[in-house]
């Protein structure tokens, strides 16, 4: 059982949310790792609770596919399939692609000025080489282009797949090479909107979000999950 994963706080959260959340972000994040067994006492100790709203979280997990349930050894963190990842990047294809293009049509100068900020805010967690730090600067930098796009339903279902994508972002930003693909692809879209070339920066996201497919299958032919 790993003992690095932090202990999420919130005092006005309830505390099987509380444990849900702490064990979900600790998977998404990789600090707890796949194939490791999920142990309620030594959870339950770590927490400072009881062994029911644990196994409530595990439970939950299990449904959202992030935890398997084993016969005669119980849990343990899942893996990342290709199927799982493939569902999840087509899908993602499908909705940043109409994000690009929706923001292509909206964007204003005050949205390029966060965009650039954004860019370079990626560059730099790239340098400083925090993997949790790399995939939160990933995130917001499209998250802007969602937000330029203006299309309330697209950037729920956008939201709906951040905390899936968290865990593949962990995962290929692992790569130093895909690292700087990445920095090299932002720059590409934030200059397509600049120098307003569609065709350009839609080819750039198909792109982006391809390779990325690309580096995590590659990682998962080389690891054990």
Known sequence: ??????????????????V????????????????ERLMEIQLAEKMGVSRTPIREAI???AEEGLVTLIPRKGAVVA???????TDVLQVRMTLEKM???????????????????KEKVFEEAVR??????????????????????????LKELLNNLRENMYRYRM?????????????EEHRQIFDSFVKGDFSRGLSVVERH?????????NKLSQETF
């Not at 998977?27 to 194939?35: A, D, F, T, V, Y």
């Not at 995962?171 to 920095?183: F, N």
Request: with cysteine; net charge negative.
């Open 209 to 217: 979000i391809k390779n990325q497919e690309t580096a995590v299958l």
């Open 59 to 61: 439970r939950k997990l």
């Open 171 to 183: 995962e290929y930003s692992k790569d130093i090479d895909t690292r700087k693909s990445l920095i």
């Open 128 to 153: 400083e080489g925090d993997l949790v730090r790399i995939a939160e600067a990933d995130e917001s930098f499209h998250f802007v282009i969602y937000d330029a796009a203006d299309n309330d339903k």
């Open 20 to 35: 849900f959340t702490t064990l979900r972000q600790a998977i998404l994040k990789g600090e707890l790792q796949p194939g």
């Open 99 to 117: 994000a690009y293009e929706c923001a292509f049509k909206n964007i204003t100068a005050a949205d390029l000025d966060r965009l650039s900020g």
């Open 79 to 85: 893996g990342i399939s290709k199927k799982m990842l």
């Open 1 to 18: 059982m790993s003992s690095d994963f932090t202990v999420i706080r919130d005092e006005y959260m309830p505390l099987r949310e509380l």
